[in-house]
Nanobody, 122 residues
Framework: VQLQASGGGLVQAGGSLRLSCAAS????????MGWFRKVSGKEREFVAAISRSDDSTSYADSVKGRFTISRDNANKMVHLQMNSLKPEDTAVYYC????????????????WGQGTQVTVSS
């Protein structure tokens, strides 16, 4: 599966952004999907994950209650709604696909999008 992330940008603290990830291929619903983020000089960080059948989600503690992951299997899309953004959310965000039902560790993901920059100003 090929993944294309979009929706990043510059937003003030407290604002919102919605990231989207478009997938190609016929087996999108066979993959657990996730979002990760990376800041230069730091380790890649798990953000959120959603199960193949959209019946289970998982979030990093740092984003719980502010971010919502969703997927649309019919249109092969996964989204990350980000509310109440903070400067520490600034990072490049990546969508990824895992053969697992749902996964939170990056090593469980085989497919990665190109990343989209999110910058939150204070």
């Amino acid at each position: 599966v090929q993944l294309q992330a979009s929706g990043g940008g510059l937003v003030q603290a407290g604002g919102s952004l919605r990231l989207s990830c478009a997938a190609s291929g016929r087996t999108f619903s066979s993959y657990g999907m996730g979002w990760f983020r990376k800041v230069s000089g730091k380790e890649r960080e798990f953000v959120a994950a959603i199960s193949r059948s959209d019946d289970s989600t998982s979030y990093a503690d740092s984003v719980k209650g502010r971010f919502t992951i969703s997927r649309d299997n019919a249109n092969k899309m996964v989204h990350l709604q980000m509310n109440s953004l903070k400067p520490e959310d600034t990072a490049v965000y990546y969508c990824a696909g895992s053969p697992d039902w749902i996964a939170t560790r990056h090593v469980r993901y085989d497919y990665w999008g190109q990343g989209t920059q999110v910058t939150v100003s204070s």
